[in-house]
Each structure stands twice: as C-alpha cells, then as structure tokens.
C-alpha cells in the first residue's frame, strides 16, 4: 500500500511565505492528478489548487496569484508555494493524489494534514 505525506506547515505572520510537500511513498508507482486541499475549524474542506499529470494548474480564486502549484514526478513529490499568506489561509492543508500501487488498483490517497497558522 502507498500513503502521503505532507510536511512544511507551520506558524507564520501575514505576508509571510510557507511552501508545502505531498511526498507519494510506499509501494506508489504511479500517479495521476494530484491537489491540494484545506479545511478551517467550522468550514468545509475546500479545493485549493490541483495539477493534472501533464502540469496543467486550478486554482481556487481565492489563492489565484498567490500560491502555485507544481510537482516533481521523478520524486512521486507535490509542492504548494504559498505567498502574502493572510489569516483566512489559515487551515489544516491536505494532499490528495490518483496513485496506483503495486498490487493494487488506482486508489485515490490522502495524507494525514499539515497545519497553516497566519497571524495578523
């Protein structure tokens, strides 16, 4: 079985700059489209950015011109850039991933959620 694993969250003030990994791991040999997501106390989880296999981007408006995301398909690696970060960024981020997996068929995995704090 393949898992992801975030890292790079953190507490930073506003306009501060924070850049999120979603490392494939396991038995993962393969992946498809892959985003990020976040969810804030109270609110729904969101769609933040998403980036298909051939780097083609979305983003959700409210993130447009602030954050990118990219990916390194030779480290099975997702990054979100985060720039001018306000306290409404702030969220649990979560990366998602279409991954096949040795012995398996393609799963759609989620990692365990990386925490974003900004501070006014």
Same mark, same amino acid.
């Given at each position: 079985?393949? /898992?992801?694993?975030?890292?790079?969250?953190? *507490? #930073?003030?506003?306009?501060g @700059?924070?850049?999120l990994?979603?490392? =494939?791991?396991?038995?993962?040999?393969?992946?498809?489209?892959?985003?990020?997501?976040? /969810?804030?106390?109270?609110?729904?989880?969101? *769609? #933040?950015?998403?980036?298909? @296999?051939?780097?083609?981007?979305?983003? =959700?408006?409210?993130?447009k011109?602030?954050?990118?995301?990219?990916?390194?398909?030779?480290?099975?690696?997702?990054?979100?850039?985060?720039?001018?970060?306000?306290?409404?960024?702030?969220?649990?981020?979560?990366?998602?991933?279409?991954?096949?997996?040795?012995?398996?068929?393609?799963t759609?995995?989620?990692?365990?959620?990386?925490?974003?704090?900004?501070?006014?």
């Amino acid at each position: 079985q393949g /898992q992801l694993v975030e890292s790079g969250g953190g *507490l #930073v003030h506003t306009g501060g @700059s924070l850049r999120l990994s979603c490392a =494939a791991s396991g038995s993962i040999f393969s992946i498809n489209d892959m985003g990020w997501y976040r /969810q804030a106390p109270g609110k729904q989880r969101e *769609l #933040v950015a998403r980036i298909t @296999s051939g780097d083609i981007t979305d983003y =959700a408006d409210s993130v447009k011109g602030r954050f990118t995301i990219s990916r390194d398909n030779a480290k099975n690696t997702m990054y979100l850039q985060m720039n001018s970060l306000k306290p409404e960024d702030t969220a649990v981020y979560v990366c998602n991933a279409e991954a096949l997996a040795f012995g398996s068929t393609w799963t759609d995995y989620w990692g365990q959620g990386t925490q974003v704090t900004v501070s006014s």
